[in-house]
């Protein structure tokens, strides 16, 4: 999460999805406001996440998009445009939890 922050991403929220989700064990969600903003926050990530020894991380919608989809696994992270999260709620879908962090 501190690579998103680093990026000035808004709104970052993490959901435990263990034992509730068979895709993930973890959620992340965050926003940025523009095309350029996320592609740098999922490039970034990607990197983080390779450091990390993470090798199979597959980034859906980078390509300029509303919503940027990161599978790093057991680790699912969701970059959004304001109006495409407000649209998606995710939040509200899968609940956040006592492990939330907003920034």
Known sequence: MASLEDDKAEGIIAIDLEGRASFADRMVIASGLADRQIAAMATHLEDKLEE???????????????WVLIDAGDIVIHLF???????????????????????
């Not at 990390?52 to 509303?66: F, T």
Request: proline share 5%; hydrophobic share 25%; glycine share 16%.
């Open 81 to 103: 445009k304001p109006e495409a999260r407000e649209m998606y709620q995710l939040e509200r879908m899968w609940g956040p939890d006592e492990d939330s962090h907003t920034g």
């Open 52 to 66: 990390a020894g993470l090798k199979r991380v597959q980034i859906e919608g980078a390509g300029g998009s509303d």
